[in-house]
C-alpha cells in the first residue's frame, strides 16, 4: 500500500520558534508538495520538488523553506514561527513531472498551532 | 494563468438525493482532471479521475465527465448517503511547472439522514 507520512498530526508551539515538519513517502516518486490548507480558502501550495535537491516556490512562500537531501523525504521549516502560520499542512507525493495522468497521494495533515 | 474554480459551499443535503458540485478550470493544453476527496480527520485522497476530452471518471457511484468545450468536471451523484459528508477538491496539475496541481477552493458536503 502506497504511503505518504507526515511525522505528526498535531503540533502547538510558540511564536519564534523554529518548526520542522517532516514528510516521508515510499513509492520513490520524483515530485513532492507541501499545501497549507485553510478554511474559505482551499489548498494553497508553498512549495514543491522534482527532484532530490531542488525546490520551487509555491503560491505562498513566505515564512517558510524546505529542504530535500533524500528522494524520499521532504521537509517544510518554519524558520521563525507567527500566529499567522497556524493551518493544516499537507504533504504530498506524485510520479513525476512526465507522468501527468497519475495522482498525488496525501499525507494524513499536521494541524500546527502557534501560541 | 492556470485556475480551478468551484462551487462553494457548504452544501447540505438530505440522505438519497442528487448531488453536483460544479467546477471549472482554465489551463494551457488538455490537462488530466481530478477530484479529490477529504473525510474528517484526514488527509485527501484521489475520489476520480479523467484524462482526456469526454471521458467519463466514476468511483463509489460518483461521476465527473471531462468537457472540453465548457472547461468543466462536474462531480455527480444520483444518491448520497451519510457517508459522503466530506470536502471535495477538483484538481488540474499543470504541465509547463513540474506537474504542479493546483486545486479549487473545496465543497464541503453534509448529508443528513
Known amino acids: 500500500d502506497v504511503k505518504v507520512t507526515q511525522s505528526s498530526r498535531y503540533l502547538v508551539k510558540r511564536t519564534g520558534e523554529k518548526v520542522f515538519l517532516e514528510c516521508v513517502q515510499d513509492?520513490?516518486?520524483?515530485?513532492m508538495f507541501w499545501y497549507r490548507q485553510d478554511p474559505g480558502l482551499g489548498l494553497r501550495l508553498i512549495y514543491f520538488?522534482?527532484?532530490?535537491?531542488?525546490?520551487e516556490k509555491g503560491d505562498i512562500p513566505e515564512g517558510y523553506s524546505v529542504s530535500r537531501e533524500k528522494k524520499e523525504r521532504f521537509s517544510l521549516i518554519l524558520e521563525s514561527a507567527s500566529t499567522n502560520q497556524t493551518s493544516m499542512y499537507l504533504c504530498a507525493s506524485s510520479l513525476g513531472p512526465g507522468a501527468l495522468n497519475t495522482e498525488a497521494f496525501f499525507g494524513q495533515g499536521t494541524r500546527l498551532t502557534v501560541v | 494563468g492556470d485556475s480551478v474554480t468551484q462551487m462553494e459551499g457548504p452544501v447540505t443535503l438530505s440522505e438519497e438525493a442528487f448531488l453536483t458540485i460544479n467546477c471549472t478550470y482554465t489551463?494551457?493544453?488538455?490537462?488530466?482532471l481530478f477530484w479529490y476527496v477529504q473525510y474528517p480527520g484526514e488527509g485527501l485522497q484521489l475520489l476520480l479521475k479523467a484524462t482526456k476530452a469526454d471521458d467519463k471518471g466514476s468511483n463509489k457511484g460518483f461521476e465527473a465527465t471531462y468537457r472540453k468545450e465548457t472547461t468543466s468536471f462536474h462531480l455527480e451523484k444520483g444518491s448520497v448517503q451519510v457517508s459522503d459528508s466530506a470536502v471535495y477538491f477538483c484538481?488540474?496539475?499543470?504541465?509547463?511547472?513540474?506537474?504542479?496541481?493546483?486545486f479549487g477552493q473545496g465543497t464541503e458536503l453534509s448529508v443528513k439522514p
Open positions: 513509492m520513490d516518486h520524483e515530485n
Open positions: 489551463a494551457t493544453g488538455y490537462p488530466s
Open positions: 484538481a488540474v496539475p499543470i504541465y509547463n511547472q513540474g506537474g504542479k496541481l493546483i
Open positions: 520538488s522534482y527532484d532530490v535537491k531542488m525546490k
